[in-house]
């Protein structure tokens, strides 16, 4: 099993510019999430989906767009990038509800530098 | 609101030393605890967690205790190695809340030297 895969794992955009952040599991999950990792910080949640067809903002969503298809996938849609979006940025899926006590798997994580 | 509160790092240890990384947390519900690692280059990945009050987590020679009275969940190891040179995140998920919560601390970056 691959697990959580991310696509790129670097990225250099110019202010304005517009990207999207892949993400894939192929471990079945119906839940999965976007987080953003500043230096010095913990993580961020950005956007979650509890199935395909569903997705609701996490604490910090402005500035992001989500999708979710399938099952698998959960693209981010960066759009306008700004200075402020510079930052690691992960993936992650788990099997149960949110709010129980189930693992999350994490992807490698991009990295993203807005200039 | 719920929280997590991690000891500052980095923490420098020698090979074999003692390890404790304290983690502090507040919740409205019943959380359950959680410590992920993240080894360089790779995403985080669950080490060790805990459901309810005095479970204690063990995985890898880590271990972890819920501790309701004092709102804590510290990480200890007993003998450090040169591969545990990660960073460690604590965590909770809120069972309480019938919403998505899942908060990690800062993270602590532990550095063991040979």
């Known amino acids: 099993n691959a697990g959580v895969t991310q696509t790129p794992k670097f990225r250099i955009l110019k202010i304005g510019q517009s990207m999207t952040l892949q993400c894939t599991q192929d471990?079945?999950?119906?839940?999965m999430y976007w987080y953003r990792q500043d230096p010095g910080m913990g993580l961020k949640l950005i956007y979650y989906s509890v199935g395909a067809g569903i997705t609701d903002k996490g604490e910090v969503p402005n500035g992001y767009n989500v999708s979710r298809s399938t099952t698998e996938d959960f693209p981010l849609r960066l759009e306008l990038a700004a200075p402020s979006q510079t930052s690691v940025y992960f993936c992650?899926?788990?099997?149960?509800?949110?709010?129980?006590?189930?693992?999350?798997?994490f992807g490698p994580g991009t990295r993203l530098t807005v200039l | 609101g719920d929280s997590v509160t991690q000891m500052e790092g980095p923490v420098t240890l020698s090979e074999e030393a003692f390890l404790t990384i304290n983690c502090t947390y507040t919740a409205t519900g019943y959380p359950s605890l959680f410590w992920y690692v993240q080894y360089p280059g790779e995403g985080l990945q669950l080490l060790l967690k805990?459901?309810?009050?005095?479970d204690k987590g063990s995985n890898k020679g880590f271990e972890a205790t819920y501790r309701k009275e004092t709102t804590s969940f510290h990480l200890e190891k007993g003998s450090v190695q040169v591969s545990d040179s990660a960073v460690y995140f604590c965590?909770?998920?809120?069972?309480?809340?019938?919403?998505?919560?899942?908060?990690f601390g800062t993270g602590t970056r532990l550095k063991v030297l040979a």
């Open positions: 965590a909770l998920s809120d069972r309480g809340s019938g919403t998505y919560k899942y908060i």
């Open positions: 805990a459901t309810k009050a005095d």
């Open positions: 992650a899926s788990s099997r149960l509800v949110p709010s129980s006590f189930d693992e999350q798997f």
């Open positions: 471990m079945n999950h119906n839940y």
